[in-house]
């Protein structure tokens, strides 16, 4: 059993600031991706950020420059520091982790979703 625990979401303004951190556990062999999705209601989950075991970022177009996905292995840990917020980046924001609960199995498992809500 793998759980991902995300926290750090809540209400700001634009221009603001937030930081959402995501914590992996359970029966933890290795975690080779993680990231972070978004979605708005009534719409598709997108991709925001992803971050593999050796550093690989990837950003979605629109929080380039102003979003940065970070991770700390020993942790099983991934974080995103959102600057500059805006209205458009309104959702709730998933967690999703590719886990291997041992060397032969995978997992994909995603958080609870944290809300955030970008509004003066």
């Known amino acids: 059993q793998v759980q991902l625990v995300e926290s750090g979401g809540g209400l700001v303004q634009p221009g603001g600031s937030l930081r959402l951190s995501c914590a992996a556990s359970g029966s933890i062999f290795s975690i080779t991706v993680m990231g972070w999705y978004r979605q708005v209601p009534g719409k598709e989950r997108d991709l925001v950020a992803t971050?593999?075991?050796?550093?690989?970022?990837n950003y979605a177009d629109s929080v380039k420059g102003r979003f940065t996905i970070s991770r700390d292995n020993a942790k099983n840990t991934v974080y995103l520091q959102m600057n500059d917020l805006k209205p458009e980046d309104t959702a709730i924001y998933y967690c999703n982790a590719a886990v291997r609960p041992t060397i032969v199995r995978f997992l994909e498992v995603w958080g609870q979703g944290s809300l955030v809500t970008v509004s003066s």
């Open positions: 971050i593999t075991s050796g550093g690989t970022i």
